[in-house]
Nanobody, 118 residues
Framework: QVKLVESGGGLVQPGGSLTLSCVGSGFDFSDYWMSWGRRTQGKDPEWVSGISSLSSTTRYSGSVKSRFTISRDNAKNTLYLQMNSLKPEDTALYFC???????????WGQGTQVTVSS
C-alpha cells in the first residue's frame, strides 16, 4: 500500500524559503506521476504542482508558478518542493500524492504544516 511521509514544514517569514520532502514506500515510486497539494482549514484541498515519473514534465498552479519548484529523486523515492518568496497566503498543510490530482485520498500523505508569518 502507498505510504507517503512529508517533512520540512515550519514557520517562515514572508519572503523566505522552505524545501519540503516526501518519501514514498509501498509502491513503485519511479512509475508514478507525483503531486503536491495543500489544504487550509475550511477550504477544499488545492492542487499546487505535479511532476511526471521521469521529471520530463512539471506543472504548477498559477498561484505558485515562478516561486515554487517541484523535483524528484527516484533513486531515493523522494519528491521535493522548493518554495521561495513565500507569502502569508501560502500558509497551509502541504501534502504529497501518488498520482495526478484526483488520486484517491488513500494515496495522499498526512502532510507537513507551513506557516508564513512575521
Amino acid at each position: 500500500q502507498v505510504k507517503l511521509v512529508e517533512s520540512g514544514g515550519g514557520l517562515v517569514q514572508p519572503g523566505g524559503s522552505l524545501t519540503l520532502s516526501c518519501v514514498g514506500s509501498g509502491f513503485d515510486f519511479s512509475d508514478y506521476w507525483m503531486s503536491w497539494g495543500r489544504r487550509t482549514q475550511g477550504k477544499d484541498p488545492e492542487w499546487v504542482s505535479g511532476i511526471s515519473s521521469l521529471s520530463s514534465t512539471t506543472r504548477y498552479s498559477g498561484s505558485v508558478k515562478s516561486r515554487f519548484t517541484i523535483s524528484r529523486d527516484n533513486a531515493k523515492n523522494t519528491l521535493y518542493l522548493q518554495m521561495n518568496s513565500l507569502k502569508p497566503e501560502d500558509t497551509a498543510l502541504y501534502f504529497c500524492a501518488a498520482g495526478s490530482w484526483g488520486t484517491p485520498s488513500k494515496n495522499w500523505g498526512q502532510g507537513t504544516q507551513v506557516t508564513v508569518s512575521s
